[in-house]
């Protein structure tokens, strides 16, 4: 999207009703960052024309659907090797989530440990930094029951920008999903 300058988020509360329609849409607005808001209306007319399966568990049910925007200059963007000095700030210190729907988690690095602490559960990785600007998340421990099968598993982290207040742009791939995701993480305690 040119629209974005980098990453931003809409968040949209659905509510389905008894015969599995959508009913209602309403914009969360405490958790959307994009400003078109003729995209935004564009999008909340086409999820207003969602009909589920007539057994779907979602019937009678609201809940939040989140959509990403990325500025289509991050396709292949990369840091040049002398902009990866820039990194180094990030190398530890306590950090949160660009994307709305995961701000109240805290990440937490220290040497070659990252923490991420959410109220119900806590995620524990080594984190082996390849490069200033690339580093490899090693799942170590979670209390999350329905993550405990990603012990072991890695997810590969590529700083693509950085930006001028404490945060940075990151490609990322994992090696138990397909896919390339984006996202920011912005720096907030040494």
Known sequence: MDDVESIAYITMNICVDTDAKVSN???VEDKTTYANDTFIEYIRTKLQTVQF??????KNTCFDVSVRFINRKYKEKKLKEDDCSACEKFKEGEF??????????????KRNIQ???RKDNVSVFKITWVSNCS???????????KR?????????V????????DSYVCKITASFTSG???????KIKE
């Open 53 to 58: 399966k007539e057994n779907s568990d979602l």
């Open 115 to 117: 923490k991420e602490i």
């Open 148 to 156: 405990k099968h990603l012990v072991d598993d890695e997810i590969y």
């Open 180 to 186: 390339i995701d984006y996202g920011i993480f912005k």
């Open 96 to 109: 949160r989530y660009g994307a709305e729907e995961f701000k109240d988690i805290k990440v937490v690095r």
């Open 25 to 27: 849409i309403k914009l």
């Open 135 to 145: 580093y490899i998340l090693t799942y170590k421990k979670t209390s999350h029951p």
């Open 158 to 165: 590529e700083i693509i920008d950085v930006l001028n207040d």
